[in-house]
């Protein structure tokens, strides 16, 4: 019997609001050097489900110090599935469709190959990861402050400044 119970595995599932509570506070104490950071959009959000994100682009590439803002949309299936992830500045890199800043996820393997335990902080150090990949630390990039006209689908327009 006590063999059997020793072979049984257990695992844990945490509920998706604790999950994104842990985020959260990982997010608001900063992450390594500094160059990504997210939090909530909206602090009475008790779905937490829409997200700020920032990355600071990466040394010898175009994007070098270059501020980015991104949203991040976590639907209630979230961590199941990843959230919808949009690029607020403007930015040319293989894996965002250039007209509404969309990280393609047939186009980023880790949103096509979502797993459980990645997290909104893993989505935006891979998306800074991407920023030096060979096909996109030297492609031209728009004039900064280019955000002026950014479309969401609900035909509203989204403008990000940075003080």
């Known amino acids: 019997m006590q063999q059997e119970m020793a072979s049984e595995v257990s695992t844990v599932i945490v509920p998706r609001s604790f999950r994104l509570l842990e985020e959260l506070e ?47 949309f976590c639907c209630h299936e979230y961590p199941e599935k990843p959230p919808s992830v949009k690029f607020q500045s403007r930015i040319n890199m293989s894996c965002v469709n250039q007209e509404t800043g969309v990280v393609e996820p047939s186009l980023f393997p880790m949103l096509s190959d979502w797993q459980r335990d990645y997290t909104m902080e893993d989505i935006l150090t891979q998306l800074k990861k991407e920023m030096t990949s060979p096909q996109n630390r030297k492609l031209t990039q728009p004039p900064e402050g280019n955000d002026e006209g950014r479309v969401d689908p609900k035909g509203l327009v989204l403008r990000c400044c940075i003080l």
């Open 26 to 72: 990982r997010g608001e104490k900063g992450i390594g050097d500094g160059t990504v950071s997210y939090g909530m959009d909206d602090a009475d959000d008790v779905y937490m489900q829409s997200w700020t994100g920032t990355i600071i682009g990466p040394s010898h590439t175009v994007h070098e110090g270059r501020i980015y803002q991104l949203k991040l």
